[in-house]
Nanobody
Framework: QVQLVESGGGLVQAGNSLRLSCAAS????????MSWFRQAPGKEREFVTT????????YYADSVEGRFTISRDNAKNTVYLQMNSLKPEDTAVYYC?????????????????WGQGTQVTVSS
């Protein structure tokens, strides 16, 4: 049974940082490209960032470039999202997602597995 479990969300003030984690089980983690998406109230789920299954390539949405960093630890079957200089507009439920090997990174339909999400709230 495949599971992706996010953690690390919470309430922070603008300008502060949070680190999200997504622990995977039931999959050969190193073979999966891992991404983070987010969904704010009343909005569609949007792509945030991705890290390739090889671990050498990352890509960020313009809205988070330079503030967020994605990384992975294949030994721990975990992907991380370090979020710095948080803004109120970063408030959303954050989801991790996995697709086997390579996929169209910003296409939600391309992903095989999703976590349940973790709430991030940034106050002004």
């Amino acid at each position: 049974q495949v599971q992706l479990v996010e953690s690390g969300g919470g309430l922070v003030q603008a300008g502060n940082s949070l680190r999200l984690s997504c622990a995977a089980s039931g999959v050969t983690f190193r073979g999966y490209t891992m991404s983070w998406f987010r969904q704010a109230p009343g909005k569609e789920r949007e792509f945030v960032t991705t890290i390739s299954w090889r671990g050498g390539s990352t890509y960020y949405a313009d809205s988070v470039e330079g503030r967020f960093t994605i990384s992975r630890d294949n030994a721990k079957n975990t992907v991380y999202l370090q979020m710095n200089s948080l803004k109120p507009e970063d408030t959303a439920v954050y989801y991790c997602a996995a697709c086997l090997f390579d996929c169209q990174r910003d296409n939600k339909e391309a992903y095989n597995y999703w976590g349940q999400g973790t709430q991030v709230t940034v106050s002004s």
